[in-house]
């Protein structure tokens, strides 16, 4: 059989927009094929939920909705008749007509040919872990069977359906049943699985080896469709893959880039040679540029602003805006306070100069020297302290905000996880933004990212890279007058925060306790700040927002 993988990118709610995508895509195929109602595939694959985009959360809760996405469905059926020969297989949000409880909605996989409705799978597992809330929304298949078609019995199935693979999860699994393992077993001959699977650093081998395995112990090719782009938080990598009865590769597919390609699912694996996995930093890097520019897209924003300290966190911001929007998009604004280095702006100048962005020096002494002024008949017999130092930082969000404001720019905000972990941000000040760029990396990546940025040219000055972490809010101040030491702390919140490990584990780790329970402390009072963040793109297993979700009002964990 042959089939052409749709690796696209859809947008949340453009239910208009995405079946056009769809449309559009076949009948490009036609098109290339050079001939009316043929095209040489037999099966077309989008991702899961395609028609709506992923994860359309709410909208599933508004009829309206529901039904412009039924009406949708019946026009892409009916379009299916000008392609006779060609199926259409996407997913898109079925209600059920069989069922008298539940939510009475399913995520399903629906194939489409010749003007008819062939098929319909419903998604059987329903993830509600990370940044999945499925259960809220739909019921799980009743029943799962393969679909006869084009000389092949597929064995249709969801993004989660893949996942609960035995052997890869030896120790727990979340679920009892093995869709794939029942597929095969009712006599499939080819696995396909839609899915919209987000990006984290490293996935893209799991999903290769949860993948392979899958069509190795079965003895049957593996088709996997997966969905590409930024939704909100969320990145979607792509890297769809084909893989013979041996579990070898045949085909895969880019990463962070729409890829549409036809592959023989009869054709033996090996001509590519092994998996060989994106480099971690450089996906990390990719996925944060498609964040960006998905994000400004898909809200309308063409232009961002980002405030350049002459530090590392601003400068990897806006070497990222750039390579999202183009230098003409981009503009930087250096906010020197009486404690700003002469390095601070001048790094930052020679930054928007290697980049090529507009840069504008916009000093904030005289505001700062008001505010305090303003402030002094109240502070009177108090010693300053980091209610003075923040207002430094206030005085800068607002100075973005306003650019945002009047000019259509989106402020994005430049720190990254391990100061958003303990709480060494500012709330309304450098938290203040559209999109947090870096709240999922930790301060250690920010230099591998960094080092990337330069692996051809100096873009980001060394000086910038080389000076002492400092947010220049007192004299002579750096991050390690506060924090542990990067390395340190970064290892610390690895373990505690995206492996779920306690204050013990760390400390029978080798960390030593006074500052394993510094740093737990810090990341527990710190979630109110957390909680009203501007949205951070997810680059790891474990990322502050929608899939984090711990209470603020609580007592827990080192007092």
Same mark, same amino acid.
């Given at each position: 059989m042959?089939?052409?993988?749709?690796?696209?990118?859809?947008t949340v709610g453009d239910i208009e927009g995405n079946k056009r995508m769809m449309l559009d895509t076949l009948a490009d195929m036609a098109g290339r094929a050079g001939v009316g109602a043929g095209t040489g595939v037999d099966l077309v694959v989008f991702p899961e939920l395609f028609l709506v985009g992923y994860p359309p959360r709410d909208l599933l809760e508004r009829d309206w909705f529901l039904e412009a996405c039924e009406r949708a469905v019946d026009e892409?059926?009916?379009?299916?008749?000008?392609?006779?020969?060609?199926?259409?297989?996407?997913?898109?949000?079925?209600?059920?007509?069989?069922?008298?409880?539940?939510?009475?909605?399913?995520?399903c996989a629906l194939l489409v040919c010749g003007g008819r409705l062939v098929a319909s799978q419903a998604k059987s597992l329903l993830p509600t872990y990370d940044v999945f809330d499925e259960a809220r929304y739909f019921d799980p298949a009743s029943e799962v069977k393969p679909v006869p078609f084009k000389g092949e019995v597929l064995g249709i199935s969801v993004c989660e359906d893949a996942w609960n693979d035995p052997d890869f999860w030896p120790r727990r699994r979340m679920y009892d049943f093995d869709p794939v393992g029942a597929l095969a077993k009712a006599g499939a001959t080819l696995f396909v699985n839609i899915s919209a699977s987000p990006f984290h650093a490293g996935k893209d081998a799991t999903r290769y080896r949860l993948i392979s395995n899958h069509a190795r112990r079965h003895g049957v090719p593996f088709l996997y469709v997966n969905q590409v782009g930024a939704n909100d938080e969320i990145v979607f990598d792509?890297?769809?893959?084909?893989?013979?009865?041996?579990?070898?590769?045949?085909?895969?597919?880019?990463?962070?880039?729409?890829?549409?390609?036809?592959v023989d699912m009869s054709a033996p694996g090996g001509a590519l040679g092994p998996y060989v996995p994106q480099d971690t930093v450089e996906s990390v890097h990719d996925a944060l540029v498609l964040g960006i520019s998905d994000y400004m897209r898909k809200t309308g924003f063409s232009r961002a602003v980002v405030g350049l300290s002459g530090g590392i966190d601003s400068a990897l911001t806006c070497c990222l805006a750039v390579r999202a929007l183009g230098a003409g998009n981009v503009l930087g604004i250096s906010m020197p306070s009486p404690y700003s280095s002469?390095?601070?702006?001048?790094?930052?100048?020679?930054?928007a100069a290697n980049l090529g962005v507009e840069f504008k020096v916009i000093p904030i002494s005289s505001i700062y020297a008001s505010y305090l002024d303003a402030l002094a008949p109240h502070f009177a017999g108090t010693e300053q302290d980091s209610t003075e130092e923040n207002i430094q930082a206030r005085i800068r969000g607002n100075i973005l905000m306003a650019f945002s404001n009047k000019f259509g720019c989106l402020a994005l905000t430049t720190g990254n996880k391990s100061e958003l972990a303990v709480g060494y941000c500012t709330l309304y000040g450098d938290m203040s933004g559209g999109l947090a760029v870096l709240a999922d990396v930790p301060k250690v990546m920010v230099y591998e990212?960094?080092?990337? =940025?330069? /692996?051809?040219?100096?873009?980001?000055?060394? #000086?910038?890279?080389?000076?002492?972490p400092s947010a220049e809010l007192r004299p002579n101040q750096t991050d390690q007058d506060t924090l542990p030491p990067y390395e340190v702390l970064d290892a610390i919140l690895h373990g505690y925060i995206e492996e779920g490990e306690s204050v013990e584990d760390l400390v029978r780790?080798?960390?030593?306790?006074?500052?394993?329970?510094?740093?737990?402390?810090? =990341?527990? /009072?710190?979630?109110?700040?957390?909680?009203? #963040?501007?949205?951070?793109?997810?680059v790891t297993s474990k990322a502050f927002g929608i899939g984090r979700r711990m209470p603020i009002a609580a007592r827990y964990g080192p007092a």
């Open positions: 042959r089939v052409c993988i749709a690796q696209l990118n859809p892409i059926r009916r379009a299916s008749a000008r392609f006779p020969e060609v199926g259409v297989l996407f997913g898109a949000p079925q209600r059920s007509a069989t069922t008298s409880s539940g939510k009475g909605l399913q995520n792509g890297r769809s893959l084909a893989v013979d009865a041996a579990g070898r590769p045949v085909v895969v597919a880019p990463a962070f880039r729409e890829h549409v390609q036809e002469r390095g601070s702006v001048e790094d930052s100048r020679r930054l990212l960094a080092h990337y =940025v330069n /692996r051809d040219s100096e873009v980001i000055p060394e #000086a910038t890279i080389e000076k002492a780790a080798g960390f030593d306790r006074d500052t394993v329970e510094w740093v737990v402390r810090a =990341v527990r /009072r710190s979630e109110y700040k957390r909680r009203q #963040a501007a949205p951070g793109l997810k």
